[in-house]
């Protein structure tokens, strides 16, 4: 079992910053892939940004004001975002995949963190 607490988010105006956390906790063995989604009322989740030991990818909304990172020794993932806009509101979800200490794969969410970017 792993689990993903989410930590950061809250309200904020356009032009503001924010800096969300998630924490991947439980029996893991290793971490391939963190990535940030986000879902706003009425709309489908989307990917914000995702994060590997390699290379990391974001959403073209988001290119140039947010950045995703990673601590592995700490098993967290990062989401910086700068410049928020009132279109950034969103419940942001934590994902993470890799392997477990039995060497399962898993891939879990987190509960979610709301921003709000009031205008």
């Known amino acids: 079992q792993v689990q993903l607490v989410e930590s950061g988010g809250g309200l904020v105006q356009a032009g503001g910053s924010l800096k969300l956390s998630c924490v991947a906790s439980g029996s893991i063995f290793s971490i391939n892939v963190m990535g940030w989604y986000r879902q706003a009322p009425g709309k489908q989740r989307e990917l914000v940004a995702v994060?590997?030991?390699?290379?990391?990818n974001y959403a073209d909304s988001v290119k140039g004001r947010f950045t995703i990172s990673r601590d592995n020794a700490k098993n967290t993932a990062y989401l910086q975002m700068n410049s928020l806009k009132p279109e950034d509101t969103a419940v942001y979800y934590c994902?993470?995949?890799?392997?477990?200490?039995?060497?399962?794969?898993?891939?879990?969410w987190g509960q979610g963190t709301q921003v709000t970017v009031s205008s």
């Open positions: 994902n993470a995949a890799g392997l477990t200490r039995g060497l399962a794969k898993y891939d879990y």
């Open positions: 994060i590997t030991r390699q290379s990391t």
